[in-house]
């Protein structure tokens, strides 16, 4: 059973930094993982903003670009979000998110592509 836990949500203000973290823990050796992270604000579908592929290439929704960066700590079963320039319509709850694969993972940002999901982590960013 995979479980994903996100942590380092919080409020900033405009123009500030946070860096999400994102725990994976039961992952099966059978196969390879890939993951991504959404977010979702109040009334809103959920978004996906950044994704990594088997290479290691990152995927980035236009909105976050120059702005977001994703990592992967792959001996560690960690993923990062570092968020720069924060903006208030980044303000959402974000998700991370993992689905098993057998070979090859693309980097999608396709929320009902992933299986597996984590409870979320709130960012508020103020003007």
């Known amino acids: 059973q995979v479980s994903l836990v996100e942590s380092g949500g919080g409020s900033v203000q405009t123009g500030g930094s946070l860096r999400l973290s994102c725990a994976a823990t039961?992952?099966?050796?059978?196969?390879?993982?890939?993951f991504a992270w959404f977010r979702q604000a109040p009334g809103q579908e959920r978004e996906g903003i950044a994704g990594?592929?088997?290479?290691?290439?990152?995927t980035y929704t236009d909105s976050v670009k120059g702005r977001f960066t994703l990592s992967q700590d792959s001996a560690e079963n960690e993923l990062y979000l570092q968020m720069d320039s924060l903006k208030p319509e980044d303000s959402a709850m974000y998700y991370c998110?993992?689905?098993?694969?057998?070979?090859?993972?693309?980097?999608?940002?396709?929320?009902?592509?992933?299986?597996?999901w984590g409870q979320g982590t709130q960012v508020t960013v103020s003007s």
């Open positions: 990594i592929d088997s290479n290691g290439k990152t």
């Open positions: 039961g992952l099966s050796s059978t196969y390879k993982y890939c």
């Open positions: 998110a993992a689905r098993a694969a057998l070979v090859y993972c693309n980097g999608e940002l396709v929320a009902n592509r992933y299986n597996d």
